[in-house]
């Protein structure tokens, strides 16, 4: 009798890439009808599963994360970084027990991770509580930031989105069998999904010019104060689409701003397709995410590589000039240099963009059913009797 198999996906709610990968590739196993019971774990929901530290604090751990990124205070990450890495080494024992109790309870037959930081614990519990259930890593950066980031020298599987990611883990004497290469980031659903609107009526119909190219400006779900800066600069030149997300008051100091160019100012939004489909170009920040729906949606793009991008993103503005996807700049100073240039070659950009065609969404729940059969051919019955077995010394 076949038993339908349970498939945990892990992530947490800092930048919100994590939560966003993890619906995705919720939505198309379900979409696919691949025969799994597919959960979504919050993994500081598991850690913290009464709220302590918010109580304490007054907001989540992730809140902290967020905020810096809303208010542009991403200097010093990296030192920041290591700190947050260290005192994960001082909470493993802890970590690993928590997560050992949460194994037992839920009894998972495949746990893919979309989170950093974490995989020494999460797979360390997941071996000892329930030996046999396959640990898979989806990294969900472009790169690793070693070590002990995304990629830890450990016997279990890794998905990387680019070459380089996948020769990190090479390098780190990780064997081919346990390493999956995909042709991009995960991305929503909605980014493959062919273009419906009238793109003329609808950009006129918001003030825009269908004539004139259109930038859309983006810095996640929070939004940046550079994009002040950047609004300013452009204001007469270059009409643009700028998306706040939940940061109503840079939305409101948005709106006035004083500028001869149309602009459409948007808050939080769950439709970014729509508004990419209305734009010509993207201006943001190097996030593997918002690059990647950019990309697919045929946008070149311009960010900036500098001492305040986050370390897990430096190899993002390299993977822009590799790839030839748009222009890297040291700041936004030059905005309105950096937007006559691109929009002079626009249809130049726009064919090599075009040239990158990325598939990861739906090529990831075949690598994870292969990796649940080779599972099931190692150990015959995994699933049933041997995964109960830690659970009957509760």
């Not at 918010?54 to 700190?83: F, H, V």
């Not at 691109?342 to 090529?363: D, I, K, P, Q, Y």
Request: some cysteine.
């Amino acid at each position: 009798m076949n038993i339908r198999k349970t498939v945990d996906l892990v992530y947490f709610n800092a930048g919100g890439g994590h939560r966003a990968s993890a619906l995705a590739l919720q939505a198309v196993l379900q979409t696919q009808g691949w025969p799994w019971t597919v959960r979504l774990v919050n993994l500081f929901e598991v850690l913290d599963p009464q709220g302590k530290f918010r109580k304490l604090t007054g907001s989540a751990p992730e809140d902290w994360y967020n905020q810096r990124l809303a208010r542009g205070w991403t200097i010093g990450m990296a030192q920041e970084l290591k700190l947050l890495q260290g005192l994960i080494r001082l909470a493993h024992p802890l970590l690993v027990k928590q997560l050992q109790q949460h194994w037992l309870r839920t009894e998972p037959d495949l746990v893919v991770s979309l989170v950093p930081n974490f995989n020494r614990a999460l797979f360390e519990s997941l071996a000892s509580a329930l030996p046999g259930v396959p640990y898979v890593t989806v990294m969900t950066d472009l790169a690793d930031v070693p070590p002990n980031f995304w990629i830890e020298r450990q016997p279990q599987h890794f998905v990387c989105g680019t070459p380089h990611a996948l020769a990190q883990a090479r390098a780190l004497g990780h064997h081919d069998s346990r390493l999956h290469a995909t042709s991009g980031m995960i991305i929503r659903p909605a980014f493959y999904e062919p273009l419906t609107l009238d793109r003329a009526s609808e950009q006129r119909r918001l003030g825009l010019d269908p004539t004139k190219p259109t930038g859309l400006v983006l810095f996640g779900g929070h939004g940046s104060k550079a994009m002040l800066n950047i609004a300013r600069r452009l204001a007469d030149t270059t009409q643009l689409i700028l998306v706040c997300g939940h940061n109503q008051a840079l939305a409101r100091r948005l709106q006035a701003l004083p500028g001869r160019a149309p602009r459409v100012v948007v808050g939080f939004t769950a439709d970014i397709p729509h508004w990419m489909q209305l734009a010509d170009f993207f201006i943001g920040k190097p996030g593997p995410g918002s690059l990647s729906e950019a990309v697919q949606q045929g946008l070149p793009v311009i960010v900036v590589d500098n001492a305040l991008t986050m370390p897990q993103e430096r190899y993002n503005a390299q993977w822009v000039r590799e790839n030839a996807l748009g222009l890297v700049l040291r700041s936004f100073r030059r905005i309105d240099h950096a937007v006559a240039e691109l929009v002079g070659s626009l249809n130049h950009w726009r064919t090599s963009v075009r040239r990158l065609r990325n598939r990861a969404l739906f090529e990831v729940p075949a690598i994870l059913a292969d990796i649940l059969e080779s599972a099931e051919r190692l150990q015959p019955g995994l699933g049933t009797s041997v995964r109960r077995l830690p659970a009957e010394r509760r």
